[in-house]
Every structure is written in C-alpha cells, then in structure tokens.
C-alpha cells in the first residue's frame, strides 16, 4: 500500500509537471525608449523599467534630460490601452552659450498590447506642456521651440514600430519665447482609425520631438510635455443602436395589423 501510495504521487507530479511544461507562456512585453540627438541615436541615456513603468535621464550632445518617465496600461483593458510620456521629464539645452539650432526626439515604445480588440479601433494622441528660461539663465535673448507628437500603432507588435498612413495621427505645437516668462506649448489632439484583428498583440510608440533655434548667449532653455496615445473601440451610432433596438417592436406592429385587417 505504501508503495503504492508513493507510485501515485511520483504519477501525480509527472502530471502536473508536463502540463506546467506544455502550458503556453505568455510572451513578456518588451519596454524600451530612445533619444536621438539632431538625428544621431543617443547612447548616454540611463533606463529603469519597473512593470508598466519606464524612468529614463542622461545627457545627449547638445540637450539634458531629467525625470523623464513612461506609463501604460499594458496589455490594455476593454475599454481603452494607453502609452503616455509623464510631465515630469524636463530637457534643457546645454549649447545657449554658443547658440544655433539643434533637435531632440524621444521615442517610448511597448509591445503586447492586446485590448481593446477589434477592427477598426481609434487611435487618439493628445499633449501639453510649456517652455521657458531656467531661473539664472540669460534673459532677453531670443529662442524659437518648434515641437511635434505623433503617436503610432504597428500591428506587427515590433518595438518602435511605426507605421504610415492610417495609423499615424500627428501633434504639432509651435511658440516662441523670450525673456524669463513661461510660454505654453499648444498642442492640438489628433485622431485616426487603425486596423487591430481581433486578439492580435500590437505596439504603441510615442514620439516627441523638440526644436531649439538660440541666439548667441542665450543661457539654458527648458521645455516640459505631457504626452499620452489612447487606442479604444469605435464606438457605434447610436442612431444604429436605436433603430436595432426598435426593429423588434416595429415587426410586432406591423404583424399585428396584418392578422387584424386578415380577421
């Protein structure tokens, strides 16, 4: 009996065993940012990725970067995913001394998004945020920022993943600035409709872009934004959902009076 009792258990451990072994696992969701520098990919960025949240800073050749930080929802609820770039990142110019016009992007990125599912979804970018002189600096000088969003969805689920049209709506905000004053950057929302079979795992990239143009002597600038890209289900017509909801009762009606005018 005792043999046997043991027989059973080594039995019910290969079970279990082979089922965890053939049990398919759930592919991990790949998280990274980039930050190019007039073009030239950056290497001195620091990252920490901590579940759905990614903190990055370090210095490129011509910009600063400080509390910059990611968040999602990742893998999405049912009702909307999400991939934002938090307000905290703050990026400041390091070449005001000797002026000139210089670019700085960040690219967020996360792959195995899966809800909302369906086909089409909309895909909604929206952004905010300020420019302005870090207190100390040289004021009066001029200083021109042109910024752009964009925020991306790729089917494909590959990190950085960005592709054309119909999954490309566009920010773009412009201001300029001088003197110590904090000038707001106006950004206008964009949506477009992308196509997402069913269950199929996508990635979502966000793309921030700045563009300083200094004067000789104008001191360290700083620009902030808050930057976020929503995909959610299209939603019906109501007026679709109205006239479903009284076919029913209308075919009611229209029997009724039928069998009335056949009695």
């Keep these: 009996m005792y043999r046997f009792r043991i027989l059973m258990s080594l039995v019910a451990a290969g ?8 049990a398919p696992t759930q592919a991990r969701a790949s998280y990274a940012v980039e930050v190019f520098d007039d073009g030239v990919l950056q290497g001195g960025i ?35 995913s999400n991939l934002s770039l ?18 700085i992007q960040i690219v967020l990125s996360q792959t195995g998004f899966t809800e909302p599912t369906g086909t089409p979804v909309i895909l909604t970018s929206s952004a905010g945020g300020s420019l302005g002189y870090v207190a100390g600096s040289t004021s009066g000088a001029g200083v021109t920022v042109t910024s752009s969003y964009q925020g991306f969805l790729d089917p494909t689920n590959t990190l950085f993943g960005q592709p054309g049209t119909g999954a490309t709506p566009l920010e773009s905000a412009s201001a300029s600035s001088t003197g110590v004053t904090t000038t707001p950057l106006v950004f206008k929302d964009a ?8 269950a199929t795992p996508y990635a979502l990239t966000d793309v921030l872009t700045f563009k300083f143009t200094l004067d000789a002597g104008s001191g360290q600038n700083t620009a902030n934004v808050s930057a976020s890209t929503v995909v959610s289900p299209v939603p019906e017509p109501s007026s679709l959902l109205a006239a479903l909801a009284g076919a029913p009762v209308l075919g009611l009606g229209v029997w009724m009076r039928r069998r009335r005018r056949a009695g």
């Design 191 to 198: 949506t477009a409709t992308a196509n997402v079979p069913g």
């Design 46 to 80: 620091t990252t920490i990725v901590t579940a759905n949240s990614l903190i990055f800073s370090g210095s490129t050749t011509h910009f600063s970067i400080t509390n910059g930080s990611g968040a999602s929802n990742n893998p999405g609820g049912a009702q909307s």
């Design 86 to 103: 938090s307000s905290n990142e703050q990026v400041s110019t390091t070449f005001g001394t000797a002026g000139g016009t210089h670019t």
């Design 15 to 22: 079970v279990i065993g082979a089922a965890t072994l053939g």
